[in-house]
């Protein structure tokens, strides 16, 4: 059975990933009212994304037989002072996120929870690929976007993700 310590843990975890996809899912808006749509699509599967690890963490309380408690999901920002911002965010944001799930590994491995443990260690893995691909989309923004017509390319290159 989970810890109190843990289970709190876990529910903070579901908000954050959800409150993730909120906030990908307002920059994906952002960028399609733009006229971005490779932008847009490219934050509509980070939205997806989310969701799948919010449903990941839930369906271990599941398995723990501990009751997922659903919190309040800020409003995110929705305008944003040119094309740039959403990308400097998203970066900020998932440094935030890896905090919050070095946290959860903290105290899986404080408790000696080993399956805990080895279920976060997988999101710890996966958090640096998302630190690294928001750094690069960031730096590529920056090196490449120097006028409207190099944003709309880059924004058709970002839409060809699936």
């Known amino acids: 059975m989970l810890s109190e310590n843990l ?21 994906a808006n952002y960028y399609e009212e733009k006229g971005l ?5 490219w934050f509509k599967l980070q939205t997806k994304e989310e969701l799948e690890h919010a449903d990941k963490f839930a369906n271990y309380l599941h398995d723990q ?6 919190k309040e999901i800020p409003k995110p920002k929705t305008e944003f002072a040119d094309f740039k911002e959403p990308l400097t965010i998203q970066l900020a944001h998932e440094k ?8 959860l590994y903290s105290i899986s491995k404080e408790e000696k929870d080993y399956f805990a443990e080895s279920f976060i260690k997988t999101f710890v893995d996966e958090q640096f690929e998302e630190e690294k691909t928001a750094q690069d989309l960031l730096t590529k923004y920056e090196i490449f976007c120097l006028n409207s017509k190099d944003i709309y390319e880059f924004s058709e290159k970002l839409g060809q993700r699936k």
């Open 96 to 103: 935030k996120v890896t905090s919050s799930i070095f946290n």
């Open 65 to 70: 037989n501990v009751k997922v408690i659903l």
């Open 37 to 41: 749509k490779g932008f847009a699509s």
């Open 7 to 27: 289970q709190n843990a876990f529910n903070n975890q579901i908000n954050a990933e959800i409150y993730s996809a909120y906030l990908y899912y307002a920059i």
